[in-house]
């Protein structure tokens, strides 16, 4: 499915994204259409998506008109405009695991995904661990919650200075054989000109 993102929700992520907090909230879509968001304020470079509620309005509109309506979680690698990009902002975070020792802290993969730097002790789950926990907690409130948004600086863009035009919006769909189990379905790149 292709995805549209209405303008009030693009205004939101635009007024949003200017910030050093990492967001994390859901959005729901109508017919392929993002119409709302509920976004909440973590903490610099950390938010656990599973702490934030899904708000019972978009439960009740899901649950009453599954084919018509989808929650889809997301979350934002924020970064104030004029300030540089990290290295790992514009990417999906993923932890080096001991079957894929080629990976080493620090490696950007396929220009999507960030190996975190941080100790073991310190690592959780990355981006695609968290979002593994959101699918599997939709399954046990029967509501299908494998498609995400993933708000970020433009791939490529680490050092570069951030500017509203260069934020993009990739969807993935949990995948379990995919590599860092998920599937990239779309990048929106809602600001350029």
Not at 3 to 12: A, D, M, R
Not at 123 to 140: M, N
Not at 164 to 176: A, H, K, V
């Amino acid at each position: 499915m292709q995805y549209t993102i209405h303008s009030e929700v693009l205004e939101v992520v635009r007024s949003r994204f200017d910030s050093t907090l990492e967001l994390a909230g859901w959005f729901l879509a109508q017919n392929g259409l993002v119409m709302q968001t509920d976004l909440t304020v973590g903490e610099e470079n950390n938010i656990s998506p599973l702490s934030v509620r899904i708000p019972s309005d978009f439960i009740e509109m899901v649950k009453a008109n599954p084919l018509e309506y989808k929650i889809m979680m997301g979350h934002m690698h924020s970064v104030p405009y004029g300030k540089k990009i990290r290295e790992f902002d514009p990417y999906w975070t993923v932890r080096p695991e001991s079957e894929t020792p080629s990976l080493n802290p620090g490696d950007i993969i396929d220009n999507r995904f960030f190996v975190s730097r941080k100790p073991a002790a310190e690592r959780r789950k990355g981006d695609s661990g968290s979002f593994q926990a959101i699918c599997e907690y939709g399954e046990v409130i029967r509501i299908d919650l494998s498609q995400t948004l993933f708000i970020h600086p433009a791939y490529g863009s680490e050092d570069a200075t951030m500017q509203p035009s260069g934020i993009e919006i990739t969807i993935y769909q949990f995948d379990p054989a995919s590599r860092f189990l998920v599937r990239e379905l779309q990048t929106i790149k809602p600001f350029r000109k």
